[in-house]
């Protein structure tokens, strides 16, 4: 089940604003995944930040201006991306279904990629059946994999106070996923899709729970932006 199209509300921990940002509530998700206590603001994904001058209204204008910058300067492919981790605890962790948010359908097996030493990145990689440690790579595909981009990098775009975010057009997405190597200790994918826009919501704005978020907090850039990933990580197999 996925909502692709919420009103300019903070709806939990799931805020994304249309017009202003098309997104995917996702029911399967570790636990972890949604933290933010009631009422509190959501915890947007995001690159690290650095300082720029500014203040409201003018910052949204300056965040805007230097996101859509970089995006103009990503060229033909698009966003590139190689996550190469050697340590297990970078890789694919599996995710207890014990711990997951109490939402249904949940996926068979899932697995959660959020490395320690690298905030700007959380991925999810789920399956509609079990897989094992011996599972041959047809076996895997044959098990629909299916992938939640919940945060990745955007080097070299970095705005004081904002996190600015990639959206697809829907999540978990199965297209474009394929699984390359796999020996029950690494699992290699390549990911070949496309964000449907990227957004931008200042840190320092804390609305009420469901009251309208202040156009001075948000920006949405609406474009096509090809993504080219490659991930090579250990995974832990229960």
């Not at 079990?130 to 629909?144: T, V, Y």
Request: charged residues 20%; proline residues 14%; aromatic residues 6%.
């Amino acid at each position: 089940m996925q909502l692709r199209y919420l009103r300019p509300t903070i709806m939990g921990s799931a805020f994304r604003s249309l017009p202003i940002c098309v997104c995917s509530l996702v029911l399967a998700r570790c636990a972890a995944h949604e933290a933010s206590p009631p009422g509190a603001p959501p915890a947007a994904p995001s690159a690290p930040s650095s300082a720029r001058p500014g203040g409201p209204p003018e910052l949204v204008g300056i965040a805007q201006s230097l996101s859509q910058r970089w995006l103009d300067g990503l060229g033909a492919r698009g966003l590139v991306l190689a996550l190469h981790p050697s340590a297990p605890a970078d890789g694919f962790t599996h995710c207890d279904r014990s711990d997951m948010q109490p939402c249904n359908p949940l996926p068979a097996t899932q697995f959660e990629y959020e490395p320690p030493d690298n905030p700007a990145v959380r991925i999810f990689l789920s399956f509609a059946a079990p897989i094992a440690l011996g599972s041959s790579l047809q076996e895997l595909h044959a098990k629909g994999p299916r992938m939640d981009l919940n945060r990745v990098p955007t080097p070299g775009l970095e705005v004081r106070g904002w996190d600015i975010f990639p959206q697809t057009r829907e999540s978990p997405f199965d297209r474009g996923i394929e699984i390359t190597a796999y020996d029950g200790r690494r699992i290699a994918l390549k990911v070949r899709t496309s964000f449907y826009s990227l957004c931008g919501q200042r840190r320092d704005c804390h609305p009420p729970a469901d009251a309208p978020m202040p156009p001075e907090c948000f920006f949405e850039i609406v474009r096509d932006i090809p993504l080219d990933l490659s991930v090579n990580a250990p995974i832990s197999v229960p």
